[in-house]
């Protein structure tokens, strides 16, 4: 018998900048976090498909690559889990409304701002 693993939370980060991706991925994973990363809300969306339930956060930024935007897959990601933590990132005001629930943050944010959110949707 092996034993048992401890649970991690896991985090989907959606964004089309390496080195940004990259950072929040290790901020997370330092704190803990399992993450799984994307550049497109396309290959977001077969994320959710599969382990929507299982996810604890998500943060992605509007503009990605791909045709939809972090905006849209705020939605989708919302609709499957309306319970996930949602934060939606970009350097310019939104055009579109965010789902209930969903939080936005102007660009830059600091990176104690996604420790302590990872703090908070672990606790939710």
Same mark, same amino acid.
């Given at each position: 018998m092996g034993q048992a693993q401890p649970f991690r939370a896991t985090a989907l980060i959606v964004e089309d900048? @390496?080195? %940004?991706? /990259?950072? $929040?991925?290790?901020?997370?994973? /330092?704190?803990g976090y399992q993450v799984i990363q994307c550049e &497109? #809300?396309? !290959?977001? /969306?077969?994320?959710? =498909? *599969?382990? !929507?339930? !299982?996810?604890?956060?998500?943060?992605? =930024?509007? %503009? $990605? !690559?791909?045709?939809?935007?972090?905006? /849209? $897959? #705020?939605?989708? #990601? *919302? =609709?499957?889990?309306? *319970? $996930? =933590? @949602? @934060? @939606?990132? &970009?350097?310019?005001?939104l055009k579109q409304p965010l789902p209930d629930g969903a939080k936005f943050w102007a660009k830059p944010w600091a990176p104690l701002d996604v420790l302590r959110e990872a703090e908070i949707a672990q606790l939710s």
């Open positions: 900048d @390496v080195m %940004q991706r /990259e950072m $929040l991925s290790l901020l997370l994973e /330092e704190s &497109s #809300a396309e !290959a977001a /969306e077969r994320v959710l =498909d *599969k382990n !929507a339930g !299982a996810l604890c956060l998500m943060m992605t =930024d509007v %503009q $990605l !690559a791909g045709r939809m935007t972090g905006v /849209e $897959l #705020a939605h989708v #990601a *919302k =609709d499957r889990n309306p *319970k $996930l =933590d @949602v @934060v @939606v990132t &970009s350097g310019r005001p």
